[in-house]
């Protein structure tokens, strides 16, 4: 068996001259529609980009998913992520997201964090919920 006829592969369902992916049904209506082959592959996988939206699609061979990001990583934070391997199997996506100007992360010196350091965190507006997350974070 194929790599590409493997289900939990994935590979599974990307012919090897694929140009591109037609996303739809998603939480977030825009990233419905068509996500063109990049240039380039991660992890020996193709990248799609959603170029009106300025962001990838590409595969994370150490977690074993298919991401959506604003730039192509190997780790962090995603805008939404596939449950296996597979490219169209199910996905975990956030309802929302917003920019938060007001945000400062510094990375400063403090003798409690790992090497000394630690990031302090402010301008977050209170979460209900919540409470106050700003602070100061120990690495």
């Known amino acids: 068996t194929s790599m590409a006829e493997d289900p939990s592969s994935?590979?599974?369902?990307?012919?090897?001259?694929?140009?591109?992916?037609?996303l739809s049904g998603w939480s977030i209506p825009q990233f419905d529609g068509i996500w063109c082959r990049c240039n380039r592959d991660h992890d020996g996988l193709p990248v799609?980009?959603?170029?009106?939206?300025?962001?990838?699609?590409h595969y994370r061979k150490t977690a074993?998913?298919?991401?959506?990001?604003?730039?192509?990583?190997d780790s962090g934070a995603v805008f939404s992520q596939s449950?296996?391997?597979v490219v169209h199997n199910a996905w975990?996506?956030?309802?929302?997201?917003?920019?938060?100007?007001?945000l400062v992360v510094q990375l400063i010196d403090d003798?409690?964090?790992r090497l000394g350091e630690a990031v302090d965190v402010s301008g977050?507006?209170?979460?209900?919920?919540?409470g106050d997350i700003n602070g100061i974070y120990l690495r």
């Open 92 to 102: 975990y996506t956030s309802c929302v997201w917003a920019t938060c100007p007001s």
């Open 10 to 22: 994935p590979h599974f369902g990307l012919p090897s001259n694929v140009v591109g992916l037609k």
């Open 124 to 130: 977050l507006p209170l979460i209900s919920g919540h």
């Open 111 to 113: 003798c409690r964090g």
């Open 48 to 57: 799609f980009s959603a170029q009106n939206l300025g962001l990838y699609l």
């Open 64 to 73: 074993k998913q298919w991401v959506i990001d604003d730039g192509i990583f």
């Open 83 to 85: 449950r296996s391997p």
